[in-house]
């Protein structure tokens, strides 16, 4: 069983004996969080854990650190950098080219969607051609049922 509530230190009282924490549920709880608050006050052990409202410093490491550029600042105010690292020149370079080749990817993604886009109108537009050859057929067909068949052509003085 585990849940986690909001709560508020209402008193903290250390004695000899045992420490008593007195908490007060902040905002609402559902009927599962009592539930399990009620089984675990049954057992009569409860592993909790403390966290603060706001966060601190010490709370946010970082993800990566790097080095930095290595390098000397001059009497004149000018920065030498330490030979085999990227300039800003080079990184300018490299992110230019970066953007170059996502707006490329990018292109080429939106033509082959074209190309699918229009290969499906193509081929809904051979369905509505099929669909008005057979309504075509399907005419011809009520009116030979209606009218008989048609006569045959080049011999108008044919008796019946």
Known sequence: MKTSVTTKIKDIKFGAKED??????DG???????????????????FVSFSSSQADLDDYKPT??????RGTIDKDGSVSVD???MTIEEAATVAEEEDENEEREDDQKEDVEKEADDQEE???DEDLDGE???????EQQELDEENGPPMP????NQSF
């Open 132 to 138: 008005k050859e057979d309504t075509e057929q399907q």
């Open 28 to 46: 609402n709880i559902t009927d599962e969080q009592v539930s399990i608050l009620r089984n675990i006050k049954n057992t009569g052990v409860a």
């Open 83 to 85: 030979s085999g690292q």
């Open 122 to 124: 193509q081929h809904e």
């Open 20 to 25: 008593v924490i007195t908490l007060t549920i």
């Open 64 to 69: 990566h650190t790097h080095q930095g550029v």
């Open 153 to 156: 052509e080049g011999d108008d």
